[in-house]
RNA sequence: GGAGACGUGGCCGAGUUGGCUGAAGGCGGCACCCUGCUAAGGUGUUAUGUGGAGCAAUCUGCAUCCAGGGUUCGAAUCCCUGCGUCUCCGCCA
């Protein structure tokens, strides 16, 4: 969420910045409401210190045998006033929150402005994109061929876009699960979460996914819950409404989660195998900062990302992402992307952003400043590390040979217990 | 799932015959003072949100005693609902 001060001060500013991501965007409406609801907010409260200051004449005159009566009539009748006031008031608070939750962050400076997906820059390369001297497989035939998933069967168990690992690859895939967890926490300092997987509307609101993103999301029928469709949800909203003390940060957090999406509006793409399911595993990185070292601590968990990747030797880039494609929330991101020979090209395999104190706002995180004792809302940063299936389907791809056997890398085999399939 | 108890500031804990209590007291934290060091002691300070004034330091209004409604001139205090915690019983991986 935007501060709506900030937003009052800087209105031009604000809006040039929005229009990067999306020339529709405004917030003039936001601060006609503002107007008028701080206005309200003045009037109620002046009634109310006249009421207070009444109440309690009232109160003395009782004591000393006082007729009360008038006096009593006079102030009702201000109640009266004041409720209805008050309701006005609730209205527009209500109303501007709903416009600040559903306005996007703003976009870092820099972030490379562009209208879409096709705007955004590559800024690194690690390894070669993978040359066969064979006619190659896409990892859905080689999972069948093999019997490590079983797609069919998955479907009939739920529906499309659900799958079902078996044998070696329901070990790969925990494997990986457990190679990431492992690295995350004893080699580079994050600490182990395992959260729930399914979180409140006040949860989903934190990070963004609410109220906008609500038809993209499984909700349960009998309850103010949804499946989380990232560990993020959860892992972020951990000090929601909390103050923290400076000394406790950096907070550096990972947690294996599934995450489910309904993926609504993706029909017809990436339709066969595991790139885009509706459940799905990944490894997140959640970190909490101070705003002086976001920038700092955004880079490094974005190497530590990548660190995954090199590790497993798999040929990926860098991507940052334009103005008009970053998500809601973010005010930058980088993509790490895989490469995935069936698809001839990268595929994303972790997004790694920066909110600023955007999703902070939202959730109400914030720690005590000790220079200054203010207390300052933080910033969140997160990013995959990684999306676990997608980094299934790249070992499958990249590292199938001729005699159709799929070969393990070394630091995934004490995982596997198997060096080929 | 059934029965009962409870929900106050960072923590503990007063306040429940409604009124001057944003809230006593203690602990902790912070600042300063004092004792040559340490232990101890003294003084002060110590919530959050939001509106207004001011360049600012700051000053000031309103709100907040789990949340939301209600009663009342006035509610931390009374009533209702929800959420949560604890105890006992039942059930269960």
Redesign the pocket.
């Known amino acids: 969420m935007l501060d ?2 900030m937003i009052r001060e800087n209105p031009e500013k604000v809006n040039e910045l929005l229009k990067r991501r999306n020339p529709e965007l405004s917030i003039d409406a936001i601060l006609e409401v ?1 107007e008028e609801r ?1 206005q309200i ?2 009037k ?3 009634l ?2 006249k ?6 004449k ?3 005159m ?2 000393n045998g006082e007729n ?1 009566d008038s006096i ?1 009539e006079e ?2 009748l ?2 009266d006033e004041i409720k209805s006031l008050e309701e006005k008031q ?1 209205e527009l608070d209500e109303k501007q929150r709903d416009m600040l939750l559903r306005t996007p962050n703003i976009p870092d400076e820099t972030t490379p402005i562009g209208a879409s997906d096709a705007d955004n820059v590559e800024v690194s390369k690690w390894g070669e994109p993978t040359k066969f001297n064979f006619e190659f497989k896409a990892h859905w035939d080689l999972c069948e061929e093999k019997n490590i998933v079983d797609f069919e069967r998955g479907v009939k168990l739920s529906q499309s876009r659900f799958t079902l690992y078996r044998g070696k690859g329901a070990r790969l895939e925990r494997a990986v699960i457990n190679f990431f967890l492992n690295e995350h926490t004893e080699k580079q300092g994050y600490e182990e979460i395992l959260p729930p997987f399914m979180a409140n509307a006040a949860t989903m609101t934190g990070t963004g996914q609410l109220p906008k993103f609500k038809d993209d999301m499984y909700k349960c029928v009998d309850e103010d819950l949804y499946l989380i469709p990232t560990a993020e949800v959860p892992v972020t909203n951990i000090y929601s409404n909390e ?1 923290l003390s400076e000394d406790d940060l950096p907070k550096y957090m990972t947690a294996y989660t599934p995450c489910f999406r309904r993926e609504a509006g993706s029909a017809g793409k990436d339709t066969r195998g595991l790139i885009r399911v509706h459940q799905f595993n990944k490894v997140e990185l959640v970190k909490l900062c101070t705003p002086e070292t976001s920038p700092e601590e955004h880079e490094k968990l974005t190497e530590d990302a990548e660190d995954m990747l090199k590790k497993l030797n798999l040929p990926f880039r860098r991507v940052a992402l334009s103005s008009g494609d970053i998500g809601f929330s973010a005010n930058k991101c980088w993509d790490l992307e895989v490469w995935m020979p069936s698809y001839n090209t990268y595929k994303e395999i972790s997004s790694c952003s920066n909110f600023g104190d955007y999703q902070a706002r939202r959730a109400n995180i ?1 720690y ?1 400043d000790k220079a200054t004792g203010k ?1 300052r809302f933080v910033h969140t940063i997160n990013g995959s590390g990684l999306a676990v299936g997608r980094t299934v389907a790249a070992i499958i791809e990249n590292f199938q040979q001729e005699d159709g056997t799929i070969i393990i890398p070394e630091v995934l085999r004490p995982y596997t217990g198997f060096d080929k399939i």
């Open positions: 709506i001060k503002d701080r907010q003045t109620a409260d002046e109310r210190a009421r207070k200051n009444e109440s309690q009232i109160g003395l009782k004591k009360t009593q102030v009702r201000l109640g609730v103050i914030r005590k207390t």
